[in-house]
């Protein structure tokens, strides 16, 4: 099956710590992209990327990083840094680089402080 | 700073009546409009795209868009419980970065 596969479901981080979430596409999309959803709302753009080793900040990069070897591969790494880690991470992606281009999402990881 | 806005609700409709999603947006450059569906838990699902001025149609749903007033909307017609969910609307230009959202409306259809 064609998807996006966000991993694991749930992640626990404890103080100091970097964790890693993952983000896989087999659907041969250029785009991929990771937002952060907090409770009651909208979603907010940490990273984006539109091609293989190439990747740009979004709205609140500060605390996170990401890499871009593989097409099909999305990375986003929370830092110690980020000092308000809980939230829903989302990642999607979207066929092309073109505006009118959908994004679809994964299943999402739950992180949460310890 | 780009700005999406939404009523967040609850707003609460009979079963088989139209409901009706508002959102106003605040970047003029603003060229693509999107609608989501999020159920409780789980990840947003794309229910329509639209583009131009006007309406657009897909089964149940029509997209309304209206670029001058900076307005797009999402109505639903014959509602169904199933369609209980907080429906999220996002913008963007014409680039290839993120989408910009709103927080969202949380949508309750009554039995």
């Known amino acids: 099956d064609g998807g996006i596969t966000q991993s694991p479901k749930y992640l626990f981080r404890k103080e100091g710590q970097n964790v890693t979430l993952s983000c896989e596409q087999n659907?041969?999309?250029?785009?991929m992209y990771w937002y952060r959803q907090d409770p009651g709302q909208g979603l907010r753009l940490i990273y984006y990327?539109?091609?293989?080793?190439?990747?740009q900040k979004g709205d609140i990069a500060e605390g996170y990083s990401v890499s871009r070897e593989k097409k099909e591969s999305f990375p986003l790494t929370v830092t110690s840094a980020q000092k308000n880690p809980t939230a829903f991470y989302l990642c999607a992606s979207s066929p092309g680089t073109g505006g009118f281009q959908p994004q679809h999402f994964g299943d999402g990881t739950r992180l949460s402080i310890l | 700073q780009k700005e999406v806005e939404q009523n967040s609700g609850p707003l609460s409709v009979p079963e088989g009546a139209i409901a009706s999603l508002n959102c106003t947006y605040s970047d003029r450059v603003s060229q693509y409009f999107f609608w989501y569906r999020q159920y409780s838990g789980k990840s947003p699902e794309l229910i329509m795209s639209?583009?131009?001025?006007g309406d657009k149609e897909d089964g149940r749903f029509t997209a309304q868009l209206n670029k001058a007033s900076q307005y797009v909307s999402l109505l639903i017609r014959d509602s169904q419980p199933s369609d209980s969910a907080t429906y999220l609307c996002?913008?963007?230009?014409?680039?290839?970065?993120?989408?910009?959202f709103g927080k969202g409306t949380h949508l309750i259809i009554q039995p």
């Open positions: 639209i583009y131009s001025n």
């Open positions: 659907l041969n999309h250029d785009a």
């Open positions: 996002a913008v963007r230009g014409g680039g290839a970065d993120g989408l910009t």
């Open positions: 990327s539109q091609i293989v080793n190439d990747f």
